[in-house]
């Protein structure tokens, strides 16, 4: 499983499992709990909040 964290209180996760930017993508869903998902995925997330600069996009390769 993948887990996200921000050390940015009130800020909310939105990630992808295609690699697409999870700012835009249709995709998208916001993170609540660790994430299942097949090995070679590749996770794409960022942290948003109102009133502030967004997170760099964070990415990983799922392991196997």
Request: aromatic letters at 4%; proline letters at 2%.
């Amino acid at each position: 499983s993948v887990t996200i964290t921000t050390t940015t209180t009130g800020a909310t996760i939105k990630y992808t499992l295609d690699g697409s930017d999870p700012l835009t993508s249709d995709t998208a869903a916001t993170y609540a709990e660790a994430i299942t998902t097949a090995a070679g995925k590749t996770v794409k997330a960022i942290a948003v909040k109102a009133d502030m600069i967004n997170s760099a996009v964070a990415t990983t390769k799922v392991a196997s």
